[in-house]
């Protein structure tokens, strides 16, 4: 696949773009590199979940605990949301807590473990302490940079001990031995969206990209399947002269239009129905890999 020909018009990166893209990696880091990430709780207090009754006024937490980030879980799955609900007892202690709803059951499993460690002023009942359900929602927000680390499955920003080379700088314009695209956000179904996500990477001496930025974008939504579908890709190591592997720095265009959707449900199919899911590339059971006419990166 010529990244060159591919692209339309063709991206040029200049030695002032690349370096201020590399700085932009840099502030980048100090953001995402985080080893541990927490949610966002919704509620300050945690609503009743039993119908007010007489003079009973219901429990407010005086301590609450943020849950754990899941390992693994997508990023296109975010923001996450779950709902405990749970009986607080006379002293104000979380008991019998269950999940009643959650977008994905890693969530819903944090939430439960950060919830049964809420503290509440417990419910009052004719001025006496009684015990009372209460729910209480959260919703998952996470950093970025981990999410897309956490569902590649190793680190992407990286201290670069050099300036990469530019890719137009050189001979032949790297391609990649493995290729990937992009997926069409499932919630943009119907709406007719389109648009293009522009991305700068380094491909590192391994020939695994490293550092992507986002240059540009039409829609937000595009930004995080656009960064897991370049992280995805492999090149092989760009040798100098000598042998050695260098950095190189390239620049890539993803254009997304909702007709993607209909190679994604193709996919979908061929998943459910292949008898031999996990058939080697190439043979007659393995799931086809159409590449989308529409993306170019």
Sequence with gaps: MNLRSMRSPPLTASPALIRSVLNRFRRLRLSTRVGLLTCLVVASTARSADSATGSITPPRAIHQVAP??????NPLALPGKAEITCLVDETGAVIQARVRS??????????LTAALLWKFQPALKDGRPVSRNVAIPFVF?????????????????VDLPYTPIPAESLERMPEPKRRAWPRYPEDLRG????G??????VIGHDGFPVNPEVVSATRPDFEVPSLLAVLSLQFPPVLDAEGNPQLVSMLIRFDFNESMLKEQDKESQRRIFAPRPNAPAGSPMAPARRLPRNVSP
């Design 68 to 73: 754990v980030f899941p390992k693994g879980v």
């Design 102 to 111: 959650a977008s994905q059951p890693e969530f819903g499993e944090a939430a």
């Design 141 to 157: 927000h996470g950093d970025r940079g981990t999410q897309v680390e956490q569902a590649i499955g190793r680190v992407v920003f």
């Design 191 to 194: 709406t007719g969206a389109k």
């Design 196 to 201: 293009s996500v522009t991305l700068a990477f």
